[in-house]
């Protein structure tokens, strides 16, 4: 008998964690889905760009996309029974927390109906057990309260992008318990890349010190440079996403990488890469970063970028993942940096030769 290739469905393929997931699946020989929404942006798909190209136009497509939007129940319905998918990945969110603050109803429709859309779907196919993923976030445990946070954790979300993505793992569990779905969450801390998008603060960090390698000029505005935040290595994260639905049982797992680092020391990490030492002083608005040789201010914290009850600190803990999964992560911080750091050099050599 001839083993068919898996089918995966993933919405938000054209995001950070979606282009990677999907490239990933690839490689696992997967036949990927992907739900891309309708934009007038130019280049909404470049981090897919070089996988398309590659696995789109051969005889037998392996990487297949579609113009949807999981606010959109009935688009949603015809893709999954067209596609039926083994495994539906849910990745698809407005995921920027200062965002959800200016756009709350918008994110909750995204975040938290669009996975109760999907799970919906999947409850009413008879057919075939569609194994689903849904990205959950470490936002909505709140500041943390104690050495780590882990699946046991209570939540308390501070924003409306951890208060819709709480609702949509309530969601993954509800109905996993109710109709015996296989149906899990992912409860990723912070994880970066190369393709970190631009308005997230690592990505906004390193693409400004690449352009300050060269230019020498400018200062990078930033907001709570205290805030810690346990970061990883995307590639490593998606890898963990596809090993939570190979597991032999739904269930819920942290990714993390069990440390915490402030903005400060990610800002101080990326300018030592290009040869500069970064002393900061002053408080909170009237906090600046300057260049310990010239003296130079280079980075100022402002009020205009301080988020509305901001979480000041988290810190998980991947001890059931590494036990259940045998997944751990291996970027350390400053090798994170580093790879983003080398990359964003690599894009302004290039973007000033177009």
């Known amino acids: 008998m001839i083993k068919k290739n898996k089918i995966a469905f993933i919405t938000g393929i054209t995001g950070q964690d979606g282009s990677l997931l999907a490239e990933f699946l690839l490689k696992k020989k997967y036949i990927v889905h992907g739900l891309k929404r309708r934009t007038s942006t130019l280049y909404a798909t470049q981090r897919l760009d070089k996988i398309y190209q590659e696995k789109n136009f051969q005889k037998n497509k392996t990487l297949i996309l579609h113009y949807g939007d999981v606010t959109d129940p009935l688009n949603c319905s015809e893709l999954i029974n067209k596609i039926m998918p083994d495994e539906i990945y849910h990745l698809a969110a407005q995921s920027h927390v200062a965002i959800s603050h200016v756009m709350p109803l918008y994110t909750t429709m ?4 669009g996975a109760l859309t999907i799970l919906e779907i999947i409850k009413n196919i008879k057919k075939k057990k569609i194994k689903f993923y849904n990205a959950a976030t470490s936002e909505m445990y709140g500041t943390l309260k104690g050495k780590y946070l882990d699946e046991k954790t209570d939540f308390k979300p501070q924003s409306p992008y951890a208060s819709s993505k709480l609702l949509s793992y309530w969601f993954t569990k509800n109905y996993r318990d109710s109709y015996k779905m296989f149906s899990s969450n992912g409860i990723l801390f912070n994880h970066e890349g190369k393709t970190r998008g631009e308005n997230f603060v690592t990505r906004k960090i390193t693409r400004f010190v690449a352009k300050y390698n060269f230019e020498k000029k400018g200062i990078l505005y930033l907001g709570n ?5 346990d970061w990883g290595y995307a590639p490593e994260y998606v890898e963990a996403m596809w090993k939570i639905l190979q597991y032999k049982k739904a269930d819920d797992f942290v990714i993390a990488s069990n440390k915490a680092h402030s903005v400060r020391e990610f800002v101080i990490e990326s300018f030592k890469l ?7 002083k002053g408080k909170e608005y009237n906090e600046v970063g300057y260049d310990a040789k010239t003296k130079k201010i280079l980075v100022k914290s402002i009020k205009y970028y301080y988020r509305k009850n901001d979480v000041e600190n988290l810190v998980g803990n ?3 993942a590494k036990k259940l999964l045998n997944w751990e992560p291996k970027t350390k911080f400053k090798a994170l940096v580093e790879i983003m750091i080398k990359e964003d050099l690599k894009v302004y050599q290039k973007e000033q030769k177009l």
Do not use: T
Not at 225 to 229: F, G, L, V
Not at 274 to 280: E, R
């Open 110 to 113: 995204v975040d938290s109906i």
């Open 225 to 229: 440079m205290s805030a810690k935040r």
């Open 274 to 280: 290009i040869g500069i030492k970064i002393i900061f």
């Open 318 to 320: 991947y001890s059931k």
